[in-house]
């Protein structure tokens, strides 16, 4: 099974599937790849980075299973075909476009659109990373019209208030499916 986090940037979507692996067996996650160069800190292991040439080229030969340029900063992101040798179920963390093209090839899907407590304490939390105030802006921007979109596009919709809080619901998510799957035979 796929299961997709997907919600605006800023509202800890990393942070609640951090705490998924953690309490949640049998879940694999998707390592993205990117032509976002690494950020200062960030782990080696966070994307594939790649320059465009090669995520062109990857993606020419078939192998993204969806990806998507974020209007806010121009990079491209994508998800690779995930090989048949992945235990469990499939964990992906992305943005909005790229989980709605995963739904639209894989309809069984599940798609968990995480939503922050307020819009006010999402453009807090984008403040909060030192970022630029031009590059905030456009992130508020994109981030509003993910906040309108994605709930009626989703499964389920949890909200971001207290990050235990958040990945225990979307713990019972994915154990409410998997049971729903084990019962029908699938
Ligand atoms: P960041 O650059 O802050 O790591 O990620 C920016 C956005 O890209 C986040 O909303 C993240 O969820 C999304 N993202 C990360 N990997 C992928 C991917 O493989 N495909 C898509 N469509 N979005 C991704």
New binding site residues.
Partial sequence: MIFII????GVG??TVVTRLLDHVPDLGL?R???T?PRRPGEAED??VFVDRDRFDAHRRAGGFL???E?P??G?L???PVPGSDHPGDLL????L???R?VKERHPDAVMIFVLPPSRQALEDRLRGRGDDEESVVRRLRLGAHEMDVGPGLADHVVVNDDVDQAAARVADIIRGRRDGRSRSGA
């Fill in positions: 997907s919600g605006p940037g979507k990393g998707s993205s790849w990117t976002r966070a994307y969806e990806w998507n974020l806010s900063n990079q992101y994508g998800t992906l963390e992305i943005e476009n790229g989980a093209q």
